[in-house]
RNA sequence: GCGGGUAUAGCUCAGUUGGCAGAGCGUCAGAUUGUGGCUCUGAAUGUCGCGGGUUCGAGCCCCGCUACUCGCCCCA
């Protein structure tokens, strides 16, 4: 019979990666909550409809890359960002708090060809600021995602910020553009030439020696720009500079969703292979109202913990130990295995984190065992032992033994570490 | 959707001009008849990815397929 594999792109999560992850998740979930950012959850699929008009049409993820169902009605998320901001919509959040500050851990999909740093399924985390325009939550926004990354000691990383306006500063500059590269239309890939019908901005982030070389002298988003949105950007990168965060300032960072507007930004790593980026976020005014809520504006990341995880694994990061069981207890002969399991349980009652030998194995073996598990005491029961109403308890690191009688650990399990 | 690379033991990988299928690690057993780690000795484990071709003979050469992987595009 031919094995079944699991689907291309997707992961394994064993014990060894497992741990790792909780690690990460927890320190993750302590940072939001520190930043008194709070948990949301939202289902695995949504319909297919939100991120249509959430993410847009012609971007790459929704145009190709989804995993839509049952007539393409439904499809598992590919981003998060549109899923809360329906929640928050949905369950009225704005009745609660004129801002409203969120965060999540979860897995996406997008059906991509898989390579290092990119999966079908992935895990996600990021926050969502929904409620205010003010400079100041985008400086926290940047300060949040920066930080999370710091607390892991992660170097070779730089952070790249930018303002891209809203949809009417973009309409001039776009024509402009279109004008420009109009001019140099033969000198463009195909990519490009679609682009410049469809979305001009794009091009922009062009990874073409020729095109980089045609944009330097291209119009710049940046003077089309009105007056307030030039002094948001202003503000916050002085922000950025009283709190000490390093970053860049990078014209041609446009993000892939067609809801960013204003802020934009991105952290990139040198220890990443193709996929450098292992954060991207912005500002998003425009979309509560797309998504047919009030009107509010709104500003959030999202960072790729596989990715974040391959960085760690190049900085050789120490992820800490995980607990070893303390007690491991090895019978000899059957009466001593119901004996064992009573004495188990009883352990676990009173909160040791301990275990057995399910295998009637030879003593020897048993104790090879509870030393790759790193017991730190041993509870012999054997016969011998039964006869007497005792358990040799057999100290590992000391290779020391002594007896206890059965009825006093019984009694107080914790007799055994005084 | 388009390119490149790889596929041999549970894992990491050798395998010469085509001539008996290998190592290290891990696993198991013994040295120690009820005692771990260290050491020593021994053992088990293979559809050499799948299908075809060339050949007296194919893990090795040729063709096709599949899977994995890296890259392009895009993105976390």
Not at 27 to 51: C, G, H, M, Q, W
Not at 59 to 77: A, G, P, R
Not at 383 to 399: A, H, Q, T
Request: aromatic share 10%; charged share 30%.
């Amino acid at each position: 019979m031919k094995i079944l594999k699991k689907p291309a792109g997707t992961l394994d999560i064993l014990p060894v990666d497992a741990i790792k992850r909780k690690f990460l998740e927890d320190r993750i979930r302590k940072i939001f909550d520190l930043y008194n950012y709070a948990e949301v959850r939202t289902p695995s699929f949504e319909k297919t409809e939100l991120f249509r008009r959430g993410i847009g049409d012609e971007t790459d993820i929704v145009s190709k890359e989804m995993y839509s169902f049952k007539n393409d009605e439904f499809t598992l998320k590919p981003e998060m960002t549109a899923p809360v901001i329906r929640a928050y919509i949905e369950n009225s959040l704005f009745n609660r708090s004129g801002i409203q500050k969120l965060y999540y851990i979860a897995n996406m999909y997008r059906h991509e060809r898989p390579q290092s740093g990119r999966y079908r399924e992935f895990t996600q985390f990021g926050a969502e600021a929904i409620g205010s325009n003010d400079y100041s939550i985008d400086i926290e926004m940047i300060a949040l995602s920066v930080k999370i990354i710091e607390s892991l000691n992660i170097k070779n990383l730089s952070t790249k910020i930018n303002t891209i306006g809203s949809p009417d500063e973009r309409s001039r500059y776009l024509s402009e553009l279109k004008n420009y590269l109009s001019k140099y239309i033969n000198d463009l890939s195909e990519i490009s030439k679609t682009r410049l019908e469809k979305n001009p901005l794009r091009i922009l982030d062009t990874k073409i020696p020729a095109e980089i070389e045609i944009l330097e002298s291209a119009p710049l988003l940046y003077d089309f720009l009105n007056k307030q949105t030039k002094e948001h950007f202003s503000n916050v990168l002085s922000g950025l500079d009283g709190l000490d965060i390093k970053y860049s300032t990078d014209y041609r960072l446009v993000r892939g969703f067609d809801y960013y507007t204003s802020t934009t930004f991105e952290v990139i790593s040198d220890d990443l292979g193709a996929q450098n980026a292992i954060l991207g976020g912005g500002r998003y005014d425009n979309l509560v109202e797309q998504l047919g809520g009030k009107p509010a504006p709104a500003i959030g990341f999202a960072c790729g913990l596989e990715r974040l995880m391959i960085i760690l694994e190049k900085n050789d990061f120490k992820y800490p130990d995980e607990e070893n069981i303390k007690v491991y207890i090895s019978p000899i002969g059957d009466k001593a295995v119901k004996e064992s399991l009573k004495l188990l349980f009883r352990l676990r009652e009173a909160g040791i984190k301990c275990d057995m030998d399910f295998l009637s194995r030879s003593l020897k073996a048993q104790l090879k065992e509870a030393n790759k598990f790193g017991a730190e005491y041993v509870l012999i029961i054997g016969p011998e032992e039964l006869e007497r109403d005792i358990i040799k308890v057999k100290k590992m690191d000391e290779s020391t033994e002594s007896e206890i009688k059965l009825n006093d650990l019984t009694n107080k399990p914790n007799l055994l570490f005084q």
